[in-house]
T-cell receptor, first 112, second 114 residues
């Protein structure tokens, strides 16, 4: 079945620095790659997504890049702030109708 | 606009007891999903319903049953709870073209089986 690997599992950065989280996928039929942010005690919330016909997408301080040849995509957060501290999940659509497959998550810690 | 509502938020069961987790969405979405979240395991699909009247197994369906009661509601039932089912359960919904809009998640049900 589809497999999504996410790294690192924990990432600690100084406030104001950039953070990068990477994911790789296995199904070449995948064409949709969302990122979710989960704050403590809450459900995951979609923060940005990218489709296979686009290489990069930005939304203020966050951006996602996609390399279809290498089958990997990354989340970039610039000028990190304390409110960016959360668990981030990548996901991909795979080739089937059963929805998204998620990575295991990255715990992002912003150090003051 | 409530989005996706899950009840209860917390539950403690004894081994062998049964219970039903409720999920309702008010966004007129066609597709609904049940995931479980365990430490270090990410989100794993239990069951999904692509449209009203249909349900299908996901990655980890054993020990669970589901009912798509109508377009709004999708329930998850544990017939005989086991400690291995201790987890946080999330319901999600999406448009038919879920790869256009992604998922909307509920706030979760934290279940402990003792």
């Amino acid at each position: 079945g589809e497999n999504v690997e996410q790294h690192p599992s924990t990432l600690s950065v100084q406030e104001g620095d950039s953070a990068v989280i990477k994911c790789t996928y296995s199904d070449s039929a995948s064409n949709y790659f969302p990122w979710y942010k989960q704050e403590l005690g809450k459900g995951p919330q979609l923060i940005i997504d990218i489709r296979s016909n686009v290489g990069e997408k930005k939304d203020q301080r966050i951006a996602v890049t996609l390399n279809k040849t290498a089958k990997h995509f990354s989340l970039h957060i610039t000028e990190t702030q304390p409110e960016d501290s959360a668990v981030y999940f990548c996901a991909d659509s795979g080739g089937g109708a059963d929805g998204l497959t998620f990575g295991k998550g990255t715990h992002l810690i912003i150090q003051p | 606009n409530a989005g996706v509502t899950q009840t209860p938020k917390f539950q403690v069961l004894k081994t062998g007891q049964s219970m039903t987790l409720q999920c309702a969405q008010d966004m007129n979405h066609n597709s609904m999903y049940w995931y479980r979240q365990d430490p270090g395991m990410g989100l794993r699909l239990i069951y999904y319903s692509a449209s009203e009247g249909t349900t299908d197994k996901g990655e980890v369906p054993n020990g669970y049953n589901v009912s798509r009661l109508n377009k709004r509601e999708f329930s998850l039932r544990l017939e005989s709870a086991a400690p291995s089912q201790t987890s946080v359960y999330f319901c999600a919904s999406s448009e038919v073209g879920w790869d256009d809009y992604g998922y909307t998640f509920g706030s979760g049900t934290r279940l402990t089986v003792v």
